[in-house]
């Protein structure tokens, strides 16, 4: 079983409380010791994107790791003292986790008192059998299933735990190992479930800083349960994210505001500057718009964006 273990580096200052004070010293460890490095972004980030508003019944998915374990406090906590009354339901779907696993995510429902509404599925095995990757599978399989049981439960949002650091991680994997500059958006509405929308609450928020409130408090979560991963060796466990966090941390070595830059950049876009783009499908070059600000006959017809005028590699002039 993989964990984020921090009792021994930490206060564990909630783990010797009878269970109501654990979870109400775990809250207030939110909204005190770290009120500015994760509830002032927390917030921010909900106010910015404009992820809850009044009426909303959102469905806070939790795996059992750290991050959606704090965004369950966090929700739980701004439900109690927003202005925009929201109504909140605790979701964890049981992929086929080990006894071990599934022991340790009620425990620490329990010491947090957060009503966790289970339900099994068999996804890691599903995931393993096909053809496809399966961290894909398991991930596409996920969402279908939390839309489904969320939208059964009266839901019309589903909360998840992505934090900055997968926004920023996720936008790098796109451009090397994906060709493309997109990113992981704070809120999406679902193509398949109509009326459902997908939310990031924790969007503004570091992992070094959920690790840190971890830590303070004394409590190991779930770090990875998939059982693909748990049979490899520690050293052996290797990809494209871990790559890439470990290439963010080296750029910030350099320069401080790498991290922050990247984030930045995807909200300032200059589409003036873009060689090509795409949307709802459709590819649009540079040259369409150039092409039009030109007189007529001084460039030839466009047949599709990207192919009239193939790109250089270079080896010749």
Same mark, same amino acid.
């Given at each position: ?218 409590? @190991? +979560? $779930?770090?990875?349960?998939? !059982? /693909? ?10 990809? #494209? ?43 649009? @070059? +540079? $040259?369409?718009?150039?092409? !039009? /600000? ?10 599709? #964006? ?12």
């Amino acid at each position: 079983m993989l964990l984020f273990d921090f009792p021994s580096a930490g206060r564990g200052i909630a783990r010797h409380l009878d269970t109501p004070d654990q979870a109400a010293a775990i809250e207030r460890s939110v909204i005190k010791k770290y009120k500015k490095t994760i509830w002032h972004p927390f917030v921010g980030g909900c106010k910015d994107y404009r992820l809850i508003n009044a009426g909303d019944r959102i469905a806070v998915c939790v795996s059992g790791g750290k991050d959606s374990f704090l965004l369950a406090v966090c929700l739980r906590h701004l439900q109690t003292y927003s202005d925009v009354p929201f109504e909140l339901e605790f979701l964890c779907m049981d992929p086929g986790y080990r006894p071990e696993n599934r022991a340790l995510i009620e425990e620490n429902a329990a010491r947090m008192q957060i009503p966790l509404h289970f339900f099994q599925t068999d996804v890691f095995e599903a995931a393993e059998s096909g053809k496809e990757s399966a961290c894909y599978l398991c991930g596409r399989m996920r969402r279908g299933y939390l839309y489904k049981h969320a939208q059964a439960l009266g839901c019309n949002k589903i909360a998840l735990g992505h934090h900055f650091d997968d926004v920023i991680e996720t936008t790098l994997m796109s451009m090397i190992w994906g060709g493309e500059v997109k990113t992981m958006l704070p809120r999406l509405q679902s193509a398949h479930y109509a009326g459902m929308e997908l939310i990031r609450p924790l969007y503004l928020v570091h992992e070094a800083q959920i690790v840190a409130w971890a830590r303070y408090n004394g409590i @190991s +979560f $779930l770090q990875c349960a998939c !059982r /693909a991963a748990q049979r490899s060796e520690e050293g052996e466990r290797r990809g #494209a994210r871990a790559e890439t966090k470990e290439l963010i941390a080296a750029l910030r070595k350099t320069n401080p505001q790498a991290d922050m830059n990247i984030f930045r950049s995807m909200h300032n876009i200059n589409l003036n500057m873009a060689l090509g783009w795409t949307k709802d499908g459709a590819a649009h @070059s +540079f $040259l369409d718009e150039y092409q !039009r /600000a030109l007189p007529s006959g001084l460039l030839p017809p466009l047949e599709k #964006a990207g192919e009239t005028f193939p790109c250089s590699t270079g080896e010749g002039s």
